[in-house]
């Protein structure tokens, strides 16, 4: 990783350049409600420590959302840049964010990946994570209103 590269926490004046990153991916999809500046804001100030940012020169080149409920740790839109890429810039994150997570008593981190992310499903199962094929994922809109578009 480049001596340049910064990992920190996110904040919410990083939602621009997280925004612009997250636009710069193809097939990324992102929630209108959850994923809006209000949305993203919401996440932060439940989760200050937890979500974070990769710099380069202050740039943002890299994210990760990340959160808990108290029990166990969530990855949501895990993200770097196409130009930083295979240099252990979402490595560094991932262990940050489980750093913050231990720091605040979580001891079990969760991630969803859709099945057409090859890129991601290769990398998270590169870095040791464990592909859970003893369970179904359900989930239930509350809001038909949070629409999920995939970038083109």
Known sequence: MK??????????????QVYTLWMSIKGFGMRSIDDSREGVARFIR??????????????????????????RGCFY?????????????????AVACMRALQAEQINKVSLIAFKSNEI????????GWTFREDLNYYDFTLNDANITKFNQ
């Open 3 to 16: 001596e340049t590269i910064e990992i920190r926490p996110m904040t919410e004046d990083d939602y621009d």
């Open 77 to 93: 839109h895990v993200c770097v840049h196409m130009d930083y890429r295979k240099q252990g810039i979402g490595k560094e994150m």
């Open 120 to 127: 991601g499903n290769r990398f998270w199962q590169s870095v």
């Open 46 to 71: 439940r989760n200050p420590k937890t979500s974070m940012v990769a710099t380069d020169d202050g740039r943002v080149i890299g994210a990760i959302l990340c959160g808990h409920d108290g029990r």
